[in-house]
């Protein structure tokens, strides 16, 4: 899959339809991960790329036809992991542990929800 906007997968989503998203970047060993929604997945990539002091290492996308089921799943996560808010929609991850429980996490959310399997652009 290409990735960009104009993916046949995207395309086929109503003009309202969200995607939510999980970026991750790091800075010297430490891990930050972004969870949100977008209409445009390549586009919300451009844009973090834009105001993120590092390198996003990850960006992960999961289309759905229900906007409300996307930000339903990205306030669930945001707060399962609360306690590892940084700023905005960023989380720090601690170490090895917290990365592997945020991505379960976000899978098994997301399966139990019936989304389809992630798309990764980086």
């Known amino acids: 899959m290409s990735g960009r906007?104009?993916?046949?997968?995207?395309q086929q989503l109503p003009r309202r339809a969200k995607v939510l998203y999980v970026a991750t970047t790091s800075w010297h060993g430490l891990t930050f991960v972004k969870v949100g929604i977008t209409g445009s997945p390549q586009e919300r990539l451009n844009h973090i790329k834009t105001?993120?002091?590092f390198p996003i290492?990850?960006?992960l996308y999961l289309p759905t036809?229900?906007?409300y089921l996307a930000a339903r799943?990205?306030?669930n996560l945001h707060r399962i992991y609360a306690n590892k808010h940084t700023n905005g929609e960023?989380?720090?991850l601690e170490d090895k542990?917290?990365?592997y429980w945020f991505f379960t996490t976000f899978m098994e959310i997301?399966?139990?929800?019936?989304?389809?399997?992630a798309v990764t652009l980086l």
């Open 5 to 10: 906007t104009d993916d046949p997968a995207i």
């Open 51 to 53: 105001y993120c002091p």
């Open 57 to 59: 290492e990850k960006f």
């Open 65 to 67: 036809e229900d906007e």
């Open 73 to 75: 799943i990205e306030k």
């Open 90 to 92: 960023w989380f720090f």
């Open 97 to 99: 542990e917290d990365i």
């Open 110 to 117: 997301t399966e139990a929800a019936g989304m389809s399997s």
